[in-house]
């Protein structure tokens, strides 16, 4: 069974630009979520989809979103890019949603932003 | 609001050591725990989950624990070996998976052969 895929794997942008990440969860999972890891705040969460809808979103500016599509691939978009922006993006995905199930991970997303 | 914090940050051991990592909770209220283990410039692994009601998870020579009134939980290594090497990440789900995980700045482990 194919893993979490995300796509690009690395980006370089330049501040002000805007830039979509792509995640493709496990076959059969329903729920994606999104993190932003950097060396100074370590893993955050950014927002969490399960059958198109997002059910929560962590603490980041609206300048960060996201949506999930029927076949449980998701996106998300960061517009007006800064220079802090410049972190690996993960998403997770997992079975249900739900805490019974595991998250797994994919390779994430490289972004620099210059 | 959740905090995880994780101790050692790094540690260093030779070969063939059994090792603890440990984890510590603000807040009791978890639905589960789960360790994971990053290697440099990848994505993250999953290793053990153990939910609320549990109180340890093995696999391999790994060993879960988890102690959810005193907000601890405990990840055992056995018999240590230089592929072990890694940041091992603990993570809380506080929110009944629609909350995200909240996860510890992690234990920097290198096994020296």
């Known amino acids: 069974k194919a893993g979490v895929t995300q796509t690009p794997r690395y980006l370089i942008k330049t501040r002000g630009q805007q830039v979509t990440l792509s995640c493709s969860p496990i076959s059969g999972h329903r729920s994606v979520s999104w993190y932003q890891q950097t060396p100074g705040q370590g893993l955050q969460f950014l927002f969490e989809y399960f059958s198109e809808t997002q059910r929560n979103k962590g603490n980041f500016p609206g300048r960060f979103s996201g949506r999930q599509f029927s076949n449980s691939r998701s996106e998300m978009n960061v517009s007006t890019l800064e220079l802090g922006d410049s972190a690996l993006y993960l998403c997770?995905?997992?079975?249900?949603?739900?805490?019974?199930?595991?998250?797994?991970f994919g390779p994430g997303t490289r972004l620099t932003v210059t | 609001k959740q905090e995880v914090t994780q101790i050692p940050a790094a540690l260093s051991v030779p070969e063939g050591e059994n090792l603890v990592l440990n984890c510590s909770f603000t807040?009791?209220?978890?639905?589960?725990l789960q360790w994971f283990r990053q290697d440099p410039g990848k994505g993250l692994t999953s290793l053990l989950l153990i939910q609320s009601s549990q109180r340890e998870q093995t696999s391999g020579r790994l060993n879960a624990s988890l102690d959810k009134s005193s907000g601890r939980s405990t990840l055992y290594i056995a018999a240590s070996q230089p592929g072990d090497s890694a940041t091992y990440l603990c993570a809380v789900d506080s929110g009944g998976g629609a909350d995200g995980l909240t996860f510890g700045k992690g234990t920097h482990l290198i096994i020296q052969p």
């Open positions: 997770a995905s997992s079975l249900a949603g739900t805490s019974m199930y595991e998250q797994y």
């Open positions: 807040d009791s209220a978890i639905y589960n």
